[in-house]
């Protein structure tokens, strides 16, 4: 069955970077887009972007510009978000899921990585 | 582009219906059927529900329903049960990305 699991909790100071896995078991890891959406405390989900593992192609909402970055380790099915210069803004629960139908929809949903951003 | 607009909490009892709206522009929920709702329990990955407005994934009941009128979505779930109480979200996929609905806290009296 379709598997998304995550790296474990992340605590950074402000300013630095912080690089969390999603690692995908179950299924071709190049046939489907990866999403990551992040949920900041008592708040909803924010879309952050998606990543193509097949083409490496990615797209990224305008607020995340400039500071994420994704990729894909096709070798271990293994998808990455970093993202930098963090602030206490950025402490969130970031969860990356495998879409359906292309990239629209996010069906299969690892179990979330809390990122603390705490000086 | 804006977060789609939903209510904030909604309430019912079981075996009632509820609507959940969720509300958008010409320039996304009214111009495409990309639409989808996610289910959310406290501590827990969001799930599922709905997408192409409509549709439900293999395993979801058919108590939940999508539909969309003009720049309006809506989620209908029939019979609501004690396990129906979570957060909802909608979401529109347009212009190559995503954007959420605020969420909606559904309580089951």
């Known amino acids: 069955q379709v598997q998304v699991v995550q790296s474990g909790a992340e605590v950074k100071k402000p300013g630095a970077s912080v690089k969390v896995s999603c690692e995908a078991s179950?299924?071709?890891?190049?046939?489907?887009?990866i999403h990551w959406v992040r949920q900041a405390p008592g708040q909803g989900l924010q879309w952050m972007g998606w990543?193509?593992?097949?083409?490496?192609?990615?797209n990224f909402a305008q607020k995340f510009q400039g500071r994420v970055t994704m990729t894909g380790d096709t070798s271990i099915s293994t998808a990455f978000m970093e993202l930098s210069r963090l602030t206490s803004d950025d402490t969130a629960v970031y969860y990356c899921?495998?879409?359906?139908?292309?990239?629209?929809?996010?069906?299969?949903w690892g179990q979330g990585t809390v990122v603390i951003v705490s000086s | 582009q804006s977060a789609l607009t939903q209510p904030a909490s909604v309430s019912g009892s079981p075996g009632q219906s509820i609507t959940i709206s969720c509300t958008g522009t010409r320039s996304d929920v009214g111009s495409y059927n990309f639409v989808s709702w996610y289910q959310q329990h406290p501590g827990k990955a969001p799930k599922l529900m709905i997408y192409?407005?409509?549709k439900r994934p293999s395993g979801v009941s058919n108590r939940f329903s999508g539909s969309k009128s003009g720049n309006t979505a809506s989620l209908t779930i029939s019979g609501l049960r004690a396990e129906d109480e979570a957060d909802y979200y909608c979401?529109?996929?347009?212009?190559?990305?995503?954007?959420f609905g605020g969420g909606t806290k559904l309580t089951v009296l």
């Open positions: 990543i193509n593992p097949n083409s490496g192609a990615t």
């Open positions: 979401c529109s996929y347009v212009g190559g990305g995503g954007v």
């Open positions: 899921a495998r879409a359906v139908a292309g990239p629209k929809y996010l069906q299969h």
């Open positions: 192409d407005v409509s």
């Open positions: 179950g299924y071709t890891f190049t046939d489907y887009y």
